[in-house]
Nanobody, 121 residues
Framework: QVQLVESGGGLVQAGGSLRVSCAASRSTFSFSRYDMGWYRQAPGKQRELVAIIGSGGSTNYADPVKGRFTISRDNAKKTVDLQMTSLIFEDTAVYYC?????????????WGQGTQVTVSS
């Protein structure tokens, strides 16, 4: 099982921007074959979908982040990024990277450990 490692979380003021990144740690991982996604979990809430980028590059965003967040991937570097702009307090959560097939309805094969994003109002 591949290890996914997130980075880039932190504290940001409302209205600001932040970029979180996820890297696959195993060199033999066939990164390009996988759909990659970002999910988040706020305190007291269930984990929810933020954005998906398919193996072919198609993207899918949850309604609350449409127009504000952008997901991208670099298959050569085996990374997937989430650029977040116009952040609001409700974006505060632990953000998790995931790899799977047929996302968002399909199977997740691996999760990262999460990175905290805190938006101050």
């Amino acid at each position: 099982q591949v290890q996914l490692v997130e980075s880039g979380g932190g504290l940001v003021q409302a209205g600001g921007s932040l970029r979180v990144s996820c890297a696959a740690s195993r060199s033999t991982f066939s990164f390009s074959r996988y759909d990659m996604g970002w999910y988040r979990q706020a305190p007291g809430k269930q984990r929810e979908l933020v954005a998906i980028i398919g193996s072919g590059g198609s993207t899918n965003y949850a309604d609350p982040v449409k127009g504000r967040f952008t997901i991208s991937r670099d298959n050569a570097k085996k990374t997937v990024d989430l650029q977040m702009t116009s952040l609001i307090f409700e974006d505060t959560a632990v953000y998790y990277c995931a790899a799977g097939f047929g996302l968002p309805m399909g199977v997740i094969k691996s999760w990262g450990q999460g990175t905290q994003v805190t938006v101050s109002s």
